[in-house]
């Protein structure tokens, strides 16, 4: 039978193995390809969508598990905090090769959604499950800080 | 010579580019947008209707900055405004876009900058010469009154854009000659122009090969041995072909593939398969075992790679010495994007999407494994998700390894990629290497004498490379960094053992320097200290090259070098020249609650000519860091019983997280020499700088890496 969720905002359903991680739901079948494979194990946080809003890592959850939920991906994620941190991302230019980085806006837009003002401790505990291999940390930091300032600014 | 200078000139002298090259109106179109009558005066630059500038980007893009630094350097010359600046990867096609210092395409050695520097410049100038032309002729004024600024051309009242002038540019002879720019007329370069790539990789839209699809694709996973030298004796498929989703099992030299409908299926068939290894000829001795070999190598003098004075003499008349024996690990890229490669078979032609570091040179050995003409083979380059050096090789081995994967399933387009653990227990692995150092002071605390051994593989013997790899038993990829050091020691030897083993190994950012700087770094710092002298001070008295002493003195003044540090808290410095930049950085360390250290702050001072982007510089010290941090702190691949490689993904092979990166504050040398790399040589005195802190706040002096092995607390 197939699986119904909520994806990007349209009813989205999946027909095939209830166990298949969404992250090949949606990468292989859906196409939807921002989200990335690193690791397979929850170690890297590159596949990293949100689930109900908050961060979930794609790679370990098994589609059959998030029937009638809401799922959004780096495609879908919108809003003021989504273009706060992505304004902030492109301008300090955090990215190098890229690859980590969908996952890293991700979970910056869901730290930022619960502590609007995040110390560096509150980054160093909400980023930890986001490696970087490219070691952009020093920008991620400040980009998360610099969105935190334009959110302030446009409250 | 460094390894970089004797890999140019083997790669330019080398077989591998007679006979390669495509026909330059073919490379040419198929670089060019494909919409309307482009203006194209040469292969890198190309002016649409639309007012677009394509600049053909002839570099592997992973994410230290040629697509934005090479398209900068073009723009300037060209006067051309930044937002209408676009890029385009360059087709395999030597020569040409081979790299000026390889002869063949290629992306290494921290090259990227350097070698297209004149090249670029050129090519950005001559278009604009020929727009001026163009101008001049339209508006019947001397071309010498045209001026050109932001990408308008003017004169007098009358303006035109790029676009508008391209036709007509198109027509003109393309100057040999082009007058280029002073760099006082600079406006682009030198300037933090913005990441082209930037947007598209902050909102998911840019692409790598791992997000390409073609109609009717498979997605194929590969089982490799569990030993290095290990082959495929038989396979029992069934378990894997009755796994929903698979479409097929096939063997090949390296490996058992998993063909299926989508890669948890391609997974799950992998986890499925029954292979019977043939491990006879297998690498099994496990990693002790080889450092054991490799100390005992190491205790030998070994060949000579460089020598001056009498350091045994000098050695066995110095007033006090140490010896030390330092043990650097195996170490995986691990680039967040695993190996990766599309290939599409049709008519005995193919066309492969792979962010390849060495196009051609990829492309050929494809063309190889699947029996048809290098001609034959279209790359489309996609941007790469790191590579740390793990996606040139100079054997082709992961090219040559998808290639057979799609060969053995030519019905439909193949997606190949690697899992992490493909990655992490895949080899080509930093080498593992054992230095032995004996130094030596006088009365007076002077260095006297200097004597390094430093036992490694090569990476480059038996490969299409071994020209460069060793030579009279001497690899300069080994030595680098130790031989033809910044330091004017009165007597000293350096030699170099060439040791085999059945890892198979490879470049890792910084090559040589990961080690070679180490060694030299800490073991002088002790021996400065040995003889009572500053570290600082001690360094800059024995440093043969003004631009090694400059960053030396301005990271010392960035840090404040000589304060006393926080309660708690130690500083440590280095300094290592690597691929023509140099790199000084101070470290301010504490003792984390791990019993490692904790890198609050990194001080970097970088010479490396003109800085064509000092926001991309200073990112790359940054990467640099990080990268070698978290490598120092916790890395390592261990060979256990059997040869296998007990690590698999990044639960064990532990990459460096956001609240382990230190501050990081960066100097450049404002210079007018030519420009030098930046992807590689932020590494090199990153973890010396460390372990210098580390033994000035425990005492403790750091012979093997990780930190995290355990002998360093």
Redesign the interface.
């Known amino acids: 039978m197939a699986i119904e969720f909520l994806l990007n905002g349209t009813t989205t359903s999946f027909d095939?193995?209830p166990?298949?991680?969404l992250l090949?739901v949606l990468?292989?079948?859906l196409?939807l390809?921002?989200?990335?494979?690193?690791?397979?194990?929850a170690?890297?946080g590159?596949c990293t969508v949100h689930l109900d809003g908050k961060n979930r890592r794609s790679c370990v959850t098994p589609v059959g598990t998030i029937a009638g939920r809401k799922v959004t991906?780096?495609?879908g994620v919108a809003g003021k905090t989504a273009e706060a941190v992505?304004t902030a991302?492109?301008a300090i230019?955090?990215?190098?090769?890229?690859?980590?980085?969908?996952g890293q806006?991700m979970s910056a837009i869901s730290l930022l959604s619960a502590k609007p003002k995040p110390s560096d401790d509150d980054?160093?505990?909400g980023?930890?499950g986001?490696?970087?291999?490219?070691?952009?940390?020093?920008?991620?930091?400040q980009a998360i800080h610099d969105a935190a300032k334009t959110l302030e600014k446009t409250a | 010579m460094t390894a970089v200078a004797s890999r140019r000139e083997f790669l330019a002298s080398s077989g591998l580019v007679i006979g390669l090259a495509l026909p330059i109106g073919r490379a040419a179109a198929a670089a060019a947008p494909a919409e309307g009558a482009p203006f194209a005066p040469n292969a890198f630059v190309r002016i649409a209707a639309d007012n677009t500038v394509t600049v053909v980007i002839k570099h592997v893009e992973f994410g230290q900055g040629p697509a934005t630094g090479l398209t900068t350097i073009v723009a300037d010359e060209l006067d051309a405004d930044w937002g209408q600046m676009r890029i385009a990867f360059a087709p395999a096609n030597d020569p040409l876009y081979r790299n000026l210092m390889f002869g063949t395409m290629g992306t290494g050695g921290s090259t990227a900058i350097a070698n297209s520097w004149m090249q670029l410049r050129n090519a950005g100038a001559a278009a604009r010469a020929m727009l001026v032309e163009a101008a001049a002729k339209r508006w019947k004024v001397p071309a010498a009154e045209v001026k050109v600024s932001k990408g308008v051309v003017s004169h007098g009242r009358n303006t035109a854009s790029f676009g508008e002038l391209a036709a007509d540019a198109a027509l003109l002879p393309v100057p040999q000659k082009p007058v280029l720019k002073t760099p006082d007329q600079f406006t682009l370069i030198g300037t933090d122009v913005p990441k082209i790539d930037s947007v598209a990789k902050s909102n998911g839209t840019a692409v790598f090969t791992m997000d390409v699809s073609r109609p009717n694709m498979v997605n194929a996973a590969i089982l490799h041995p569990p030993a290095f030298g290990g082959t495929v004796r038989s396979v029992d498929k069934q378990a894997a072909l009755a796994v929903p989703g698979v479409v097929a099992v096939e063997a090949i030299p390296s490996g058992v593939v998993v063909y299926a409908k989508d890669t948890f299926a391609a997974m799950r068939g992998r986890a499925a398969l029954k292979v019977e290894w043939d491990l006879a000829k297998a690498e099994t001795r496990s990693g002790d075992d080889l450092i054991k070999v490799y100390k005992a190598a190491a205790a030998t003098p070994g060949k000579q790679a460089e020598a001056k004075g009498d350091a045994a003499g000098a050695l066995a008349g110095a007033a006090k010495t140490i010896e030390a024996t330092y043990v650097f690990p195996f170490l995986a890229h691990a680039p967040m994007e695993p190996m990766d490669a599309v290939i599409e078979l049709r008519g005995g032609k193919a066309d492969v999407w792979m962010g390849s570091q060495f196009q051609v040179g990829d492309m050929r050995a494809m063309a190889k494994a699947l029996g048809i003409p290098f001609e034959g083979v279209t790359l489309h380059e996609q941007y790469a998700g790191g590579s740390f050096g793990r996606r040139a090789t100079p054997d082709q081995d992961f090219a040559t390894e998808a290639a057979l994967a799609a060969k053995a399933h030519p019905q439909a387009p193949v997606k190949f990629v690697w899992t992490r653990e493909n990655d992490i227990r895949g080899g080509r692995y930093r080498p593992l290497v054992v230095h032995q150092l004996k130094g030596g002071i006088d009365a007076k605390g002077d260095i006297i004498g200097w004597d390094q051994v430093v036992a490694a593989q090569s990476f480059l013997a038996n490969t299409p490379m071994a020209a460069l790899g060793v030579k009279d038993g001497i690899d300069e990829s080994i030595v680098e960094g130790a031989a033809r050091s910044s330091y004017a020691w009165p007597n000293y030897r350096i030699g170099c053992h060439v040791m085999e083993n059945g890892v198979p190994t490879l470049w890792w950012r910084s090559v040589g320097n990961t080690h070679t700087a180490f060694a030299v770094e800490t073991f002088l710092d002790e021996l400065l200290a040995l003889g009572g002298k500053d570290a600082v001070k001690g360094r800059i008295a024995l440093m043969k090259e003004d631009r090694a002493r400059g960053v030396l003195t301005r990271v010392a003044e960035l840090a404040d070098w000589g304060r006393k540090p926080a309660e708690g808290r130690a500083y440590g410095v280095a300094m290592h020249k690597s691929f023509g930049s140099y790199v000084a950085q101070v470290a301010e360390v504490s003792k984390g609650a791990d019993g490692l250290p904790k890198v609050h702050k990194i001080w970097v001072a970088v010479d490396c000519g003109i800085a064509v982007n000092p926001n991309v510089i200073r990112a790359q010290m940054e990467g640099g860091i990080g990268y070698g941090l978290g490598h120092a702190l916790y890395a390592e691949l261990v060979l256990g019983e059997g040869g296998r490689i007990a690590q698999g993904n990044f639960d064990t092979y532990r990459s460096l997280r956001i609240g382990e990166m230190p501050e990081v504050e960066v100097a450049i040398i404002k210079s007018n020499a030519n420009p030098t790399g930046v992807g590689e040589p932020g590494l090199p005195p990153l973890a010396p700088a460390v372990a210098n802190a580390w033994r000035a706040l425990t005492g403790k002096a750091v012979r093997r890496l990780p930190f995290a092995h355990g002998e360093n607390a």
């Open positions: 095939g193995d166990d298949t991680p090949w990468r292989d079948h196409k390809t921002g989200t990335k494979y690193g690791c397979g194990i170690q890297c590159a991906t780096i495609e992505k991302w492109v230019d955090v990215p190098q090769c890229g690859f980590c980085q969908s806006v980054i160093d505990h980023m930890a986001n490696l970087c291999r490219c070691a952009t940390y020093v920008r991620i930091r």
